[in-house]
């Protein structure tokens, strides 16, 4: 729906442009409340337009109403449009760059003029930002990396964007006369944070030409360019600048070629030597005999014409060379192929495991819907308890709670529980880490809480030494269940904090306090490799979509998928508890 993200995109930087202009803070509140309820929304927005209903969509008030019915009739915005012209176009994409906000862009902008990425960048190298209050050179230090990040990002699409392209691509070839099965292959089947291109393999069965789907795949709409077509293969370059490239192979090859071209390169080396170690040969055709293969004819647009051990699955090709299924989300090589060899891949944790969402917002802050709302979504996805968290009073621009207006939350979620059954209810809090490790509120606040997530927002280029000494603080803090998004890093925006994790897993398996992974993109924090540290370190993991709406729900999928990479099971994470272990868990640390 690349109309809903065009909204949320042009609501987002609405909102910038209001704070570079020094706007009341409220506004630009307000509009970045839509740009997620936009960027969260499970339907077409035209389709609210069309029925009318945009009235009934929590969060999108009287002005962004009109700003949304204007862009889906136009494709503009007049209002966005005459605020945009009140600052120079340059500054929009400087938004982009790590450890530069609307505060600082608009203190650039009006004390040394700088107006663009490239004067910025030229500006540090001629000292131009020197004497500038309250831009010292640590921070000029963080704005250089945040340049190189910006550079760096343009290379590889993280997944959350590279999944919704990937997913309209598949399910056009889907639709194609021949294609019995198809799936995609590559790094983001494996699920991996940053995607370079998006591979797609097909199995064709034989009453048509491999030829016929290629060239039917380079006209989808949304292909901008093509880069090459040809008998078995095509790629594309899309709409968003994702390459795509298409493999068709017949059906019965279809399970060796997903399997080769989802790889790792370094999980197929390893399988290949295995294979020559049993007399056999693994290629994108299928597991043959070394001595059969050969012998026989091999062309690079079809299988060799000898009979393959195994081809036709995944499974059948693992099988054949003794060894467990092996998780797509697992080949990295990383002990994965030994553990198949022994009988003891783990039991991969799955959507189905989990039992309830402990990290999510509502309108007491800065979410679109209800406590009601959220807790009747969360109802329906099956959950057995939902923790309302909202922010503390530090988050300003989030609409954080004060403690007065806390405890009265308080009161209304535990209301809401009561009135709702079938789903328990934990009246919480997300409060923030101060710099040093304090929280947000103090513990004659934290012991009326249900549950308390505690995570860090600011001041996100600590040292090591003291960023760790800041999560520890609030680790040993006996009210805190859970640490969230605990680096606070964003996929190709910003690195987050440096954080000595030998220390911190100690400290958390210690205490009983969980670490989350922060299934809302692109946070994804913890990454896949920490959350395995964390989990061999004796951790509990805690998956949790940061849910600022019902959508919001849906990004469990991601968080689920770095705890799939991490080798985590059910066991390993708090959220697939049942509610009574789950209390069990609270009460041990309090």
């Given at each position: 729906?690349?109309l809903?993200n065009?909204?949320?995109?042009?609501?987002k930087?609405?909102a910038?442009?209001?704070?570079i202009?020094?706007?009341?803070?409220?506004k630009?509140?307000?509009f970045?409340k839509?740009?997620?309820?936009?960027?969260?929304m499970?339907?077409?927005?035209?389709?609210?337009?069309?029925k009318?209903?945009l009235?009934e969509?929590?969060?999108?008030?009287?002005?962004?109403?009109?700003i949304?019915?204007?862009?889906?009739?136009t494709g503009?915005s007049?209002d966005?449009d005459d605020a945009a012209?009140a600052v120079?176009a340059?500054?929009?994409p400087m938004l982009?760059?790590s450890g530069?906000g609307p505060?600082?862009?608009a203190l650039?902008?009006?004390e040394?003029?700088?107006?663009?990425?490239?004067?910025?960048?030229?500006?540090?190298?001629?000292?131009?930002?020197?004497g500038?209050?309250g831009?010292g050179?640590?921070k000029?230090e963080q704005?250089?990396?945040?340049?190189t990040?910006?550079e760096?990002a343009g290379?590889?699409?993280g997944?959350?964007d590279?999944?919704?392209?990937a997913?309209e691509f598949?399910r056009?070839?889907l639709t194609?006369k021949?294609?019995?099965?198809?799936?995609?292959?590559?790094?983001?089947?494996?699920?991996?944070?940053?995607?370079g291109d998006v591979d797609?393999?097909?199995?064709?069965?034989?009453?048509?030409?491999?030829?016929s789907?290629?060239?039917?795949f380079t006209?989808f709409?949304?292909?901008a360019?093509?880069l090459g077509q040809?008998?078995?293969?095509?790629?594309?370059?899309?709409?968003?600048n994702?390459?795509?490239?298409?493999?068709?192979v017949?059906?019965?090859?279809f399970?060796?070629a997903?399997q080769?071209?989802?790889?790792s390169?370094?999980h197929?080396?390893?399988?290949?030597?295995l294979?020559?170690?049993?007399?056999?040969?693994?290629?994108?055709?299928?597991?043959y005999q070394?001595?059969e293969?050969?012998?026989?004819?091999?062309?690079?647009?079809q299988?060799p014409?000898v009979?393959?051990?195994?081809?036709?699955t995944e499974?059948?090709?693992?099988r054949?060379l003794g060894?467990e299924?092996?998780?797509?989300e697992?080949?990295?090589?990383?002990?994965?192929?030994?553990?198949?060899?022994?009988?003891?891949l783990?039991a991969?944790?799955t959507?189905?495991d989990?039992?309830?969402d402990?990290?999510?917002?509502t309108?007491?802050s800065?979410?679109?819907?209800t406590?009601?709302q959220?807790?009747?979504a969360?109802?329906k996805l099956g959950?057995?308890?939902l923790?309302?968290?909202?922010h503390?009073?530090?988050?300003?621009?989030?609409?954080?709670l004060t403690?007065e207006?806390l405890?009265?939350?308080?009161?209304?979620?535990?209301?809401?529980?009561?009135?709702?059954?079938?789903?328990k209810l934990?009246?919480?809090?997300?409060v923030d880490i101060?710099?040093?490790?304090?929280?947000?509120?103090d513990?004659?606040?934290?012991k009326?809480?249900d549950?308390?997530?505690?995570?860090?927002h600011?001041?996100?280029?600590?040292?090591?030494?003291k960023?760790?000494?800041?999560?520890?603080?609030?680790?040993e803090t006996?009210?805190?269940?859970?640490?969230?998004h605990?680096?606070?890093r964003l996929i190709n925006?910003r690195?987050g904090?440096?954080?000595e994790?030998?220390k911190?897993?100690?400290?958390?398996s210690r205490t009983?306090?969980?670490?989350?992974?922060?299934?809302?993109?692109?946070?994804l924090?913890?990454?896949?490799?920490i959350?395995?540290?964390?989990?061999?370190?004796?951790?509990?993991?805690s998956?949790?979509?940061?849910?600022?709406?019902?959508e919001?729900?849906d990004?469990?999928?991601?968080g689920?998928q770095?705890?799939?990479?991490?080798?985590?099971?059910?066991?390993?994470?708090i959220?697939?508890?049942?509610?009574?272990s789950?209390?069990q868990f609270?009460d041990r640390k309090?």
């Open positions: 729906m690349s809903n065009d909204l949320s995109d042009l609501f930087t609405f910038a442009i209001m704070e202009k020094g706007e009341a803070v409220f630009a509140i307000a970045s839509v740009a997620r309820v936009l960027n969260d499970t339907f077409d927005i035209k389709d609210a337009v069309e009318g209903t009235d969509i929590e969060g999108i008030g009287k002005s962004s109403r009109k949304i019915e204007e862009f889906v009739a503009r007049s966005f012209k120079p340059g500054l929009i982009q760059i530069l505060k600082t862009i650039l902008w009006k040394r003029g700088i107006t663009c990425v490239e004067e910025l960048a030229k500006a540090i190298v001629d000292g131009k930002l020197a500038l209050k831009i050179d640590k000029i704005i250089k990396q945040g340049l990040m910006r760096q290379k590889r699409l997944i959350g590279a999944q919704i392209v997913e598949l056009q070839l194609l021949g294609v019995e099965i198809a799936d995609i292959a590559g790094s983001l089947r494996r699920r991996k944070e940053t995607i797609l393999i097909a199995g064709v069965v034989t009453s048509v030409t491999m030829e789907i290629t060239k039917a006209q709409p949304g292909v360019r093509i040809g008998p078995s293969k095509a790629s594309i370059v899309t709409d968003q994702l390459q795509i490239d298409l493999r068709t017949p059906v019965d090859h399970g060796a997903i080769y071209f989802t790889g390169k370094e197929n080396i390893k399988l290949r030597g294979a020559q170690d049993k007399g056999l040969t693994l290629n994108e055709w299928g597991l070394l001595s293969y050969d012998k026989a004819k091999k062309e690079t647009a299988p014409a009979k393959a051990v195994a081809s036709k499974a059948d090709v693992y054949a060894l299924y092996i998780e797509p697992l080949r990295e090589d990383r002990g994965e192929i030994e553990a198949a060899q022994a009988g003891k783990p991969l944790i959507r189905a989990i039992r309830g402990l990290h999510t917002h309108t007491a800065d979410g679109a819907n406590i009601e959220m807790a009747e969360a109802k959950y057995a308890y923790a309302i968290t909202d503390s009073k530090s988050q300003m621009i989030a609409n954080g403690a207006r405890l009265k939350h308080v009161e209304a979620i535990r209301r809401a529980d009561e009135k709702i059954k079938g789903i934990l009246a919480g809090c997300e101060l710099v040093d490790g304090s929280l947000d509120f513990e004659s606040v934290l009326e809480l549950w308390v997530v505690a995570s860090p600011v001041s996100l280029r600590q040292d090591a030494a960023a760790t000494a800041r999560i520890l603080r609030a680790i006996r009210y805190v269940n859970v640490i969230g605990p680096t606070g925006q690195e904090l440096p954080l994790f030998a911190i897993f100690e400290a958390a009983g306090t969980a670490l989350e992974i922060n299934a809302g993109y692109p946070r924090d913890l990454t896949d490799t959350a395995r540290a964390a989990i061999d370190a004796g951790c509990m993991l998956i949790n979509t940061d849910a600022h709406s019902v919001g729900f990004w469990m999928f991601f689920i770095v705890a799939r990479r991490a080798w985590a099971t059910p066991a390993n994470v959220n697939c508890m049942n509610y009574k789950l209390q609270i309090r």
